[in-house]
């Protein structure tokens, strides 16, 4: 089981939350600072689905911008995800696949009564969309709550579930309407 994360923070560098958790994981997790890697937003493609390609589990970590995600993972489906390579009908490169997302919201308001009202999983439905069309099988999203206010100890136990969910031999996978 090979896994790999792509963390699309802006700056790992200040990052409380997706650093901590992309530095608990263990040595045989491959972990790429995608800013880094593109800051530019150039990215390799080849190179990109070559990692894609050889991995089981894919992860896609960052921290919850504007209700979505940063830029640079956009563009990242927008290149990466190509039609005959992730999709269409010879494009069946990533199926089979586990495909992870781990998000950090930084409010804890994400429920009917509160004022976020959509639940976390609801605004990853783009996600989940996408994962349908590569055929990839969408696992339930590893999802940090209030990480701009997290406390130590809270965060260290994140990090310590997030190694151990990243591990687990089967992950749940996330039901269509869940
Ligand atoms: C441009 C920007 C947009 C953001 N949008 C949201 C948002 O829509 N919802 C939310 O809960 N937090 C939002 N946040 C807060 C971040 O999700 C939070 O700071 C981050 O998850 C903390 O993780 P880090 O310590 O790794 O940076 C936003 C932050 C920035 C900088």
């Known amino acids: 089981m090979k896994t790999v994360v792509l963390v699309f923070h802006p700056d790992l560098n200040t990052s409380r939350v997706n650093r901590a958790l992309a530095a608990g994981l263990p040595a045989e997790i491959e972990v790429r600072d ?28 960052f921290p919850m911008y ?44 994400y429920d009917r009564d509160k004022f976020a009202k959509y ?15 590569i055929g990839t099988k969408f696992v339930k999203p590893f999802i940090t709550v209030g990480a701009s206010t997290i406390g130590k100890e809270q965060l260290e136990q994140q990090v310590q579930a997030y190694a151990t969910y990243l591990t687990q031999a089967t992950l749940p996978v996330l039901g269509d309407f869940e």
């Open 119 to 133: 639940h976390v999983t609801e605004l990853l439905r783009p996600f989940q969309a996408t994962s349908r069309l």
């Open 66 to 109: 504007w209700y979505s995600s940063p830029a640079l993972l956009k563009q990242w489906e927008d290149d990466v995800l190509e039609y005959g390579w992730a999709y269409g009908s010879k494009g069946d490169a990533l199926h089979g696949k586990e495909l992870v997302i781990a998000v950090s919201p930084g409010a804890d308001n």
């Open 34 to 61: 995608m800013y880094q890697l593109y800051p530019d937003f150039k990215i390799d493609v080849a190179q990109e689905q070559a990692v894609l390609a050889d991995a089981d589990r894919i992860v896609l970590q």
